[in-house]
């Protein structure tokens, strides 16, 4: 079916008006698809961004990110910040620093967004008690830290089972694990890790930004500490996969630089070093600002044009 039909007849068969303003991008298109239907998860609608000189004629790789609601246009998100995702991928794109890709920007749940994200294997690790004590746990007074149970397993089927088939039939895209990527900041550096390592056959790499180790927002290590079990069991499952770390270490990201040691040591003694990268930013903080000052650097090791100058 004709990719354009194919987008009428979804709008068309439910009938609905967009949530959100569609971002105003600088470089490249970007087209929504809502409601994006879901048999598992809440429905919810996806941003599709094309790169600049976007043609059916050619295949391009994917990077599925989280949090889509910021990553394109700081004047419709709740912060008036943005990732620059058109800006910055766009640039490195045309100055051929990057094989061209596409982005498919997912929103979070809102006010599921930490059940969705967290990894949910490693969770369930934890006792019956200390889940429960999870489970009361505050973002502020009166709002829970998780909503509802975690479901992250279900939200990732969704990007595997209902996106991922969504986006082959209907873009212009190389088919395969081989060519897809995940990429988020904070609770979307965890489900991406989290993603990449459920799923080994359906990407290739994960970019995760600003990381939030300690899984809430205390100083507690069990969450943590059920991380780690759970890296050291699923190392092993990957190959020649590509993995991006990075945090600052003010706000929120002053958590991070202990926790992400740690992870690093394994990584080190388990992965070989062009693999993945891990980076410090002294003095940065835990922004969508800090995040798209970098960007290039996870999309440059990513999508490499010459591989074995990104992993030097």
Not at 149 to 178: M, R, W
Request: net charge neutral.
């Amino acid at each position: 079916m004709n990719r354009w039909l194919s987008l009428l007849l979804v709008a068309i068969t439910f009938n609905c008006l967009a949530s959100d303003p569609i971002p105003v991008v600088h470089k490249g298109t970007i087209e929504r698809i809502e409601p994006f239907k879901s048999k598992l998860i809440g429905s919810r609608y996806i941003d599709v961004w094309l790169p600049p000189g976007y043609s059916e004629n050619s295949k391009y790789d994917v990077l599925y990110m989280h949090d889509g609601r910021m990553l394109f246009d700081a004047n419709i998100t709740w912060n008036k910040q943005e990732w620059m995702v058109d800006e910055v991928a766009g640039s490195l794109i045309e100055q051929q620093k990057v094989r061209p890709f596409i982005v498919v920007a997912i929103p979070n749940g809102v006010k599921n967004r930490h059940s969705e994200f967290f990894p949910q294997q490693p969770f369930e690790k934890l006792s019956k008690q200390q889940q429960a004590q999870m489970y009361q746990l505050e973002r502020s007074a009166d709002l829970p830290l998780f909503n509802t149970k975690v479901y992250s397993d279900k939200y990732l089927e969704f990007i595997v089972t209902e996106v991922v088939p969504f986006i082959d039939a209907n873009y212009s895209v190389k088919k395969g694990g081989k060519h897809r990527y995940l990429a988020g900041s904070s609770m979307g550096g965890l489900i991406s890790w989290y993603g990449l390592m459920q799923y080994p056959n359906e990407f290739a790499g994960a970019i995760c930004m600003s990381t939030h180790w300690p899984g809430a927002f205390a100083k507690d290590k069990i969450l943590f500490q059920q991380f780690l079990n759970y890296i050291k069991v699923k190392l092993p499952t990957l190959t020649d996969h590509k993995i991006y770390f990075d945090h600052g270490d003010a706000t929120l990201d002053a958590m991070y630089p202990v926790l992400q040691q740690q992870v690093d040591t394994l990584f080190t003694q388990e992965y070989p070093k062009q693999q993945w990268q891990s980076l410090f930013f002294k003095g940065e903080n835990h922004s969508e600002q800090a995040w798209s000052k970098r960007l290039h650097i996870p999309l440059e090791f990513i999508f490499a044009l010459h591989p074995e100058i990104s992993a030097q």
